[in-house]
């Protein structure tokens, strides 16, 4: 492939000028170790020329299709992008097969079955224990009610179940750094503004017990659709011990919002088995008061009294109004 031998005579001469460039800085600390450095970036250079000519043409880098502003293309789904990456393997470019699913006979009363038949739910739907409670967790989550399934996060195989579990499909089992990468990557506008601001991490370091991560704020499986006792301010209050004294007003946002969060919960659970139990009057609003309370609270950082008056008028008048609804639905 006359490309791949392009790629790798620019990356070599990338790498020498690496070198070179190197020789010639002027930074002390640099100059000790510069033929470290040089073999580093000679070596990088290479393994990237190979990389890129594994790939095949080289793909063009993911345009940010979900920016902080809320307005989105539908993001690409992963398998989507795993199809096409694989082309050799069992998964095909179509979308699989829906399997069956039966409900366990442990199965709540009344809960549905998630959207996607996927393999992964079939067998996990029976498979007992926390193998099956992910799945009657992620029932219901947004990521079920905008028709994502287990390996849009986890990877793995969709269509051959003797393989669902390796890591030739992209299968990361419940590592958590390779987690919040898969969410950062759908969720790129929200990852850049949190990693922006004073709660940032980089989910190439392992371990991370200083900062929350996004797992922590929302959860995996029931994203969108928490369990009643969850509350965000407990969360914030595992590390600032004072957070109401030290920073009053985003304590007051992360207040309402969680009082706004056990009146969606009702709401949820009265209309279940709907594409979107939330009626239609409060959608907007919602997702509008969602994007600016994300922005606040990724940016971790004191708001300006107007700007917490503001987000907080603006949850209460959601939650009163879906109380009133709840009650005259009743
Ligand atoms: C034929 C049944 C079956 C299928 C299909 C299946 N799983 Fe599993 N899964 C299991 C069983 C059994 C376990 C527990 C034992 C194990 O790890 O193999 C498990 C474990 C897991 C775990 C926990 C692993 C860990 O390291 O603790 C995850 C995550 C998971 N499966 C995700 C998936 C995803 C995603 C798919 C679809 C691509 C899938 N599974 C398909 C049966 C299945
Ligand atoms: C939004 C992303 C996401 C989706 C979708 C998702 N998971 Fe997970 N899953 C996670 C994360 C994150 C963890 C925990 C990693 C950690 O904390 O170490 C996890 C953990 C698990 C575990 C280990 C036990 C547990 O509950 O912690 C199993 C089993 C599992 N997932 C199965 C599934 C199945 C089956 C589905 C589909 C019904 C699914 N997951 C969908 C993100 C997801
Ligand atoms: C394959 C892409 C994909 C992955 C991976 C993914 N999400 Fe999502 N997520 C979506 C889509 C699609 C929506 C619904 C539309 C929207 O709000 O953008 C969504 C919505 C959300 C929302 C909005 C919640 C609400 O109530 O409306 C949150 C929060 C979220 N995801 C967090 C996460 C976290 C945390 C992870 C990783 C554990 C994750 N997502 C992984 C695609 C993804
Ligand atoms: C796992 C621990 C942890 C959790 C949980 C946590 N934070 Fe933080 N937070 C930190 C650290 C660490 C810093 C950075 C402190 C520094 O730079 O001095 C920080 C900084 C902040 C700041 C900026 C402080 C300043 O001096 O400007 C605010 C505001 C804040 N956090 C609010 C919150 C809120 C609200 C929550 C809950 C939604 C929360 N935090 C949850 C660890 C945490
Ligand atoms: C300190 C807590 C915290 C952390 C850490 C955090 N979030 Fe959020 N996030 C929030 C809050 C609060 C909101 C607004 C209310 C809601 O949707 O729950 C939000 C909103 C969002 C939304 C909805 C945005 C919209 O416009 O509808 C997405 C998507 C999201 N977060 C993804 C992530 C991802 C991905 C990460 C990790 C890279 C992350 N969050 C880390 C607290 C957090």
Not at 39 to 61: D, Q
Not at 269 to 283: G, T, Y
Request: glycine share 6%; hydrophobic share 35%.
């Amino acid at each position: 492939m006359p490309s791949a031998v392009i790629f790798r005579l620019v990356a070599l001469l990338l790498g020498m000028t690496g070198v070179w460039s190197v020789r010639n800085s002027g930074g002390t600390a640099r100059r000790r170790s510069w033929l470290p450095l040089a073999v580093a970036s000679i070596c990088c250079a290479i393994l990237a020329s190979f990389a890129i000519a594994a790939v095949g043409e080289g793909e063009a880098p993911a345009e940010p299709f979900h920016d902080s502003s809320g307005s989105a293309a539908a993001p690409p789904s992963r398998s989507e992008k795993q199809a096409d990456a694989k082309p050799s393997g069992a998964n095909s470019a179509d979308k699989p097969a829906p399997r069956k699913l039966t409900a366990p006979k442990n199965w709540p009363p009344g809960h549905p079955l998630p959207n996607v038949a996927s393999n992964c739910v079939a067998c996990h739907l029976t498979a007992g224990r926390e193998l099956t409670a992910a799945v009657e967790h992620f029932v219901r989550s947004v990521h079920d009610l905008n028709g994502l399934t287990c390996y849009d996060c986890h990877g793995g195989n969709r269509d051959d179940d003797a393989r669902a579990h390796e890591e030739d499909f992209d299968f990361i089992g419940t590592k958590l750094s390779a987690h919040l990468k898969t969410c950062s990557e759908c969720h790129d506008g929200e990852a850049e503004r949190l990693a922006a601001g004073p709660h940032h991490w980089d989910f190439s370091k392992r371990i991370n017990t200083q900062y929350p991560t996004c797992v922590d704020c929302h959860g995996n499986h029931d994203i969108g659709n928490p369990p009643a006792e969850f509350k965000l301010t407990d969360m914030c209050l595992d590390c600032h011990h004072k957070l109401d004294k030290d920073y009053p007003r985003i304590a007051s946002v992360v207040k309402h919002g969680d009082q706004l969060a056990a009146v969606l919960r009702d709401v949820q659970k009265r209309n279940i088995a709907l594409d979107d139990p939330v009626p239609e009057a409060f959608r907007e609003p919602l997702a509008k008061l969602r994007t600016d309370t994300m922005n606040v609270m990724h940016g971790a950082k004191e708001i300006p009294a107007e700007k917490a008056r503001d987000l907080n008028d603006r949850a209460d008048k959601i939650r009163t109004g879906l109380a009133n609804w709840l009650k005259s639905t009743n």
